[in-house]
């Protein structure tokens, strides 16, 4: 679950973690009143979307004067911020974040992710800040250290090499050491899967200040947490995607034409995959799951079926745990609010796979069978194609 930057850097003061002084603005009178708040000569106007990219999209205006700030509201607040995280449908911006204006000495890069390889907290720093940081592994990886921590918090050994990596001396180096330790504390207590200051910046009176924050939380974690989902912005979310949600479905909205129902995140990209081996594209990721009940897999086909981007749809269920008359039968539920407007191709296999298979046959419905995967793909293919 993502929540925006305000509240990540409200999170990290938590943790006593310095960040600017800021003021949320839902007008734009709001946000010419927090210049006043945060006194200063120079503020920066920031849009509140969930997507990276907000700078080269001109989301990021620095403003030295009240009629500066009143104008980059106005500007940025109703309008739709394309970016290479959003797509080209872009993200409206209903929300704005008024920041002190600061000195920049330097810029750095720095991250917490969850690394499975070692199951431990991994930091990955670079000095090239700023940046995106696909463009600096790309093009400078050596300016690139991921370091895994191994114990319950950062060593000073990591945390020493963490600082000549970036740079860092003398005091700052003990700064580093303590920034580190909050944001690995930060880190695991929130049940964060990333959490990214990009820029990490050194002022030009020698102090480190997370310039800007992004957290994501693990959703698997929220119930332990309900201070952070509070923060959840549902108008940030596909209403798609929220709805699934509040069915246990985990959906993914794509850019494709083949809708895809599967049990499974590993057969869920393997059907995507061959998709695109034959030619077209999944228009979703949607994996019904192990615990997966009539109701739910009805509203997943309503979904598939609302959908107008969607030109066909591949059903691939390999029974075990789910079964596949349950899958029947949430078909047959759908319909009846939400009739078969394109084509349907399905591979039932494993349990209950006859009487699945019956369910749907003697409801008279016009379904393509499919063997196999491979055969499934190029079903669905030519059926989105209307061949």
Request: net charge negative; aromatic share 6%; charged share 25%.
């Amino acid at each position: 679950m993502n929540i925006h930057e305000y509240q990540a850097k409200a999170m990290l003061s938590e943790f006593a973690l310095p960040v600017p002084r800021g003021r949320l603005a839902l007008t734009v009178d709001e946000a010419v009143a927090a210049t006043d708040e945060l006194g200063g000569a120079i503020w920066v106007v920031k849009a509140q979307i969930h997507a990276g990219g907000r700078g080269k999209a001109g989301g990021v205006r620095l403003c030295w004067s009240k009629g500066e700030v009143r104008s980059a509201a106005e500007a940025l607040l109703g309008s739709v911020l394309v970016t290479k995280q959003t797509g080209e449908a872009g993200k409206e911006v209903k929300r704005l974040y008024v920041e002190e204006g600061l000195n920049i000495a330097s810029e750095f890069y720095l991250s917490l992710l969850v690394d499975r390889e070692t199951e431990k907290v991994a930091f990955v720093v670079s000095p090239a800040g700023g940046m995106e940081i696909e463009e600096v592994a790309a093009s400078s990886p050596e300016k690139i250290l991921t370091l895994s921590v191994a114990g319950d918090q950062p060593s000073a050994y990591e945390c020493t090499t963490i600082a000549a990596f970036l740079g860092l001396q003398g005091s700052q180096i003990s700064a580093c050491a303590d920034l580190l330790t909050k944001l690995h504390r930060a880190f695991c207590q929130k049940d964060g899967s990333m959490l990214e200051l990009n820029p990490l910046i050194l002022t030009a009176d020698g102090n480190l200040v997370a310039l800007d924050a992004k957290f994501v939380a693990d959703s698997n974690a929220l119930y332990r947490h309900p201070e952070l989902v509070a923060l959840r912005d549902l108008d940030e979310e596909d209403p798609r995607e929220v709805e699934a949600s509040q069915f246990g479905l985990n959906y993914i909205a794509l850019d494709g034409r083949i809708g895809c129902m599967v049990n499974g995140a590993g057969l869920a990209m393997a059907t995507m995959d061959i998709i695109q081996l034959k030619g077209d594209k999944p228009a979703n990721f949607l994996d019904v799951g192990g615990g997966v009940t009539v109701d739910s897999v009805c509203e997943a086909f309503k979904l598939l079926f609302s959908d107008d981007h969607v030109k066909a749809v591949l059903v691939n269920i390999f029974g075990g745990i789910v079964r596949c008359d349950v899958i029947a039968n949430g078909l047959l539920e759908a319909i009846k609010t939400h009739p078969m407007r394109v084509p349907v191709v399905m591979r039932l296999v494993g349990t209950n796979e006859e009487e699945g298979r019956r369910l749907v046959k003697d409801a008279g419905l016009d379904v393509r069978w499919a063997a196999d995967l491979d055969q499934a793909a190029e079903y669905a293919v030519a059926a989105a194609r209307g061949e």
